[in-house]
């Protein structure tokens, strides 16, 4: 679903709509350069750098490639080293069935990725971590390289007192621990308001059962931590003191049980950075107003997701935040639209892509004006002996 399905819908999309992603589009000719015509020309960068995370390793390498080689360009992709298996296989199916020269699967670690950025590319597109952005973005700009940067940080999720309480526990529950919350658009930390908190917080401990029973760390359909690296920094992120559902952890195959802690302040450990795993801090809220100003006094985050029925205060958090994306009364499912662009914004990171914008982050628009040789605008040319008032006014009629 994740994975493969989200790489084919993309690889459809571009084989169904290239003619007309690919055309020519005529826009208007001021009335000073009639006779003449404007197009839009889309045109390939080049050859492009793809450099992929780890926590779906393989959409977020092939899905980009599908907009880039539609586009018209070459590609090498960097696979991420900490997902191994799929990186071979990333590397097989690319490395086996296209010339080098088109298209090229470079494996390896930080040496191999300091040796690919070191190199004259046209374009390059990285997912990953904030940190990591900052650096491709340095490099970059020693070529004058245009960059997307697809990155994260704490999305928030506010559930409002008069939403759907069931609907809401169960796609935040989804949500969030889909690939155990190693998702860049997972709710990060939840603000629920205080008349429905005990009520939401059952709801939501009941649909974390329902989907992966009592004990998930045994459930072969509940994913584990990429690795023991990640593992210890979830663990050190729990107040164990705070724990009021789950916290169970089996270090052999690197499982974290979902867990709920409550209550949690802004000044909590886990509160500082993105968690990226199945653990659900909660605070409380009484009034939209402070969890608007919590959310724009931080990082602008990936993606913002809002549970309520009140078309005024869903109006408040859509004109009063700012974020790479929305959901209102769900969560993650925005990035499956083909008709969404997605991506960041500040820290979350910078360009978009998806269906049509996929295409037009690899492509350049080149403006193209075709004038005609019949006749020519003789007071364009100098001297200019008429007077400056005239002037003004029938370039002010031409350029409208």
Not at 97 to 122: P, R, V
Not at 237 to 259: A, F, V
Not at 313 to 340: F, P
Not at 377 to 383: D, F, N, T
Request: glycine share 8%.
């Amino acid at each position: 679903m994740t994975e493969v399905g989200f790489t084919l819908n993309e690889i459809d999309f571009m084989i169904k709509n290239i003619r007309r992603l690919a055309k020519y589009r005529r826009v208007k000719t001021p009335l000073m350069l009639a006779g003449g015509s404007s197009h839009i020309a889309p045109e390939p960068y080049g050859t492009v750098l793809i450099i992929g995370p780890w926590n779906y390793p393989f959409q977020l390498v092939m899905l980009p490639l599908a907009g880039a080689i539609a586009a018209g360009n070459c590609a090498v992709v960097k696979p991420s080293e900490l997902s191994p298996n799929v990186a071979g296989i990333i590397t097989k199916i690319i490395n086996k069935n296209f010339d080098n020269e088109y298209i090229f699967s470079a494996e390896g670690g930080i040496e191999m990725s300091e040796q690919l950025l070191a190199q004259k590319f046209d374009y390059i597109f990285y997912t990953g971590s904030t940190t990591v952005g900052r650096i491709v973005m340095e490099a970059a700009a020693k070529n004058l390289t245009p960059v997307t940067l697809e990155l994260g940080g704490k999305s928030p999720c506010i559930v409002d007192k008069d939403t759907n309480l069931d609907n809401a526990a169960r796609r935040i529950a989804w949500g969030k621990l889909l690939n155990c919350g190693q998702t860049c658009v997972a709710p990060d930390y939840l603000f629920v308001h205080k008349e429905i908190r005990d009520e939401f917080i059952k709801k939501l401990i009941n649909t974390s059962e329902a989907f992966y029973g009592s004990n998930p760390i045994k459930n072969e359909q509940y994913s584990k931590i990429i690795n023991e690296r990640h593992f210890n920094r979830l663990l050190s992120l729990i107040d164990k003191q705070n724990i009021i559902y789950g916290g169970n952890y089996d270090k052999e195959r690197l499982k974290i049980s979902p867990t709920v802690i409550y209550p949690v302040t802004k000044d909590s450990k886990i509160m500082q950075d993105e968690i990226f795993g199945p653990v659900m801090p909660i605070m409380e809220y009484e009034n939209i107003d402070e969890v608007i100003g919590y959310i724009n006094d931080r990082p602008k985050p990936l993606a913002l997701y809002f549970f309520s029925k009140d078309k005024g205060r869903i109006r408040r958090v859509l004109k009063e935040t700012s974020s790479g994306g929305v959901c209102i009364n769900d969560t993650v499912n925005h990035i499956a639209s083909a008709g969404l662009p997605f991506g960041g914004v500040g820290d979350s990171g910078m360009g978009s892509y998806h269906g049509r914008a996929t295409f037009d982050t690899f492509s350049h628009k080149k403006s193209i004006l075709k004038s005609q040789l019949i006749f020519d605008l003789e007071m364009k040319y100098p001297p200019y002996d008429v007077s400056e008032g005239f002037i003004k006014k029938v370039f002010k009629y031409l350029l409208h």
